[in-house]
């Protein structure tokens, strides 16, 4: 694939933009495959690297796996078994490798997986993955950079609390726990929309799960699991950027397939700004009511606050807005790698610490800019789309990451964008 994006910015959108499957929720779904050994479904797939990656990862790992990329399906199925150590060249592209973690221990009782190691946000460590699965009786030591992980005897259910809520670490003692002894309590567990989704196809599988969504999920552990045909849900976060795109470029779009529900927190900050939205039968419409977008203060938090992957691309709309907004990061400590790229094109935005002081301007110019990761990347596209000129960004190979067919999608609404 191509390696930068340029975009004419000033191009008013029209046009209904579909919503892909989450992108979160179907790497989270995937590794259940090597717990249940049985055939595992899934549809409303996105076409993504990172869902690529996972594949290799769970082929490395003796399974099966097709992707039908027509249908948005992908069929997985454990063919050899005993296969559990996770290679550092796959872990080191994607750290959602660290969710094979679980499985593979309680599947086979041990398992080998590279140390995913810090990357552009942050340090993100795995302590909380393995303090958890180490209640439920494995031990782990770290060698060589991989992290080693032993069960004598089956994993055992147990009381567990996180001392603050992880995505990742929740998803990973909710697949061991499914298969330990007895019953386990998972407290400060992670809320989001992903998370119930796992436990939902868990429960369709034959798992026994109650509290999925609340702060305390119990679960009583099974012999085995079933097979499953599962549906992912829609990706809120690509919603979310959409509904920026039209807000930013002053737009009339709608988008198909989201529901706004997941997004409450996000929604309100944006009718703070003079942002409506609508959904009808179906379809979200977004409405800018104001030539000049009001500035608001905003703090991201786990769900259902607002979310840390909507902070980058709410930050290019602020960056126009009329007045000073603020937006602290709570969530991962190194999270503005988009503000010199954003201040580039003209924004005015100051961090100190966790913190981005965002000062409007009348508007963006485009020049050339750098993705630094997923979300920021993307924030760097909307800024492009209002923008004066054209803009120039490098290193997009992260947006393939999590975004499927952008450029297509954009372009059908009449956005002036394109590979080079
Ligand atoms: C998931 C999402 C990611 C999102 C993030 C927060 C996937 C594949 N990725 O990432 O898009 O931005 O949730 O909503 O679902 N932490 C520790 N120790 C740990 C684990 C986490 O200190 O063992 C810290 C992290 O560094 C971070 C915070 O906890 O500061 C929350 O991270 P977490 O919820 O675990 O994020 P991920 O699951 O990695």
Known sequence: MSKKILIEGGRALSGIIPISGAKNSCLTLMPLCILSGQSLVLQNVPYLSDVETMKDLLESLGCDVFFKKSKREIVLKLNRENLFEANYEIVRKMRASILVLGPLLAKYGQAIVALPGGCAIGTRPVNLHLQALEALGAS??????????????????????????????????????????????????????????????????????EGAGANKIVIEGVDNLGEVCHKVIMDRIELGTYILAGAISYSNIKLTGGELAPLKSFVEKLSN??????????????????????????????YP????????????LLSIAEGESTIEENIFENRFMHVPELNRMGANIKTQGRKAIIRGVAELKGVPVVATDLRASVSLVLAGLVAKGETLIDEIHHLDRGYEHLVLKLNECGAKIGRV
């Open 273 to 302: 700004m003079g942002i409506e939205l609508e959904e009808d039968m179906g379809l979200i419409s977004v409405k800018r009511n104001c030539e000049k977008i009001r500035p608001v203060n905003i703090e991201t938090q786990p």
């Open 140 to 209: 782990f030591s770290i060698d060589n950079g991989y992290i080693k992980g032993l069960v004598q005897g089956k994993l055992k259910g147990a009381r567990i609390e996180f001392p603050f809520k992880s995505v990742g670490a929740t998803a990973n003692v909710i697949m061991a726990a499914v298969l330990a002894k007895g019953s386990t309590e998972i407290f400060n567990a992670a809320q989001e929309p992903e998370i119930i989704d796992l436990c939902n196809c868990l429960l369709k599988m034959g798992c026994k799960i």
């Open 305 to 316: 606050g607002f979310p840390t992957d909507l902070q980058a691309q709410i930050m290019a």
